[in-house]
């Protein structure tokens, strides 16, 4: 059965960092792009970072870039995203999300990946 687990989200205060763990299982990561998205209460879902697979391109929003990193390790099959100078905007639940159809593509930080993780919560506030 295909899973993805977030985890690492937490309380920290502006200025902090977290990093953000999609562990999956089930199926061979090399094999798929993965995407993280964040919602936070009252807002859409929006796409914040992506890497693709083969070669770990990687794509971010506009309002994360220089802060946040996303990673991959296939041996692990774990994708990372290092959240750094975080902000009270980037308090939301964050989710990851994986898509084979977007195998040797630029990943995208659009709703078109077909599995998705539970969620964590992420909270930024002094």
């Known amino acids: 059965q295909l899973q993805l687990v977030e985890s690492g989200g937490g309380l920290v205060q502006p200025g902090g960092s977290l990093r953000l763990s999609c562990a999956t299982s089930?199926?061979?990561?090399?094999?798929?792009?993965v995407g993280w998205f964040r919602q936070a209460p009252g807002k859409e879902r929006e796409g914040v970072s992506c890497?693709?697979?083969?070669?770990?391109?990687?794509n971010y929003a506009d309002s994360v870039k220089g802060r946040f990193f996303v990673s991959r390790d296939n041996a692990k099959n774990t994708v990372y995203l290092q959240m750094n100078s975080l902000k009270p905007d980037d308090t939301a639940v964050y989710y990851c999300?994986?898509?084979?159809?977007?195998?040797?593509?630029?990943?995208?930080?659009?709703?078109?990946?077909?599995?998705w993780g539970q969620g964590t919560q992420v909270t930024v506030s002094s």
């Open positions: 999300a994986a898509s084979s159809a977007l195998l040797y593509k630029s990943c995208v930080l659009r709703d078109e990946y077909t599995y």
């Open positions: 089930g199926f061979t990561l090399d094999n798929y792009a």
């Open positions: 890497i693709s697979s083969p070669g770990g391109r990687t």
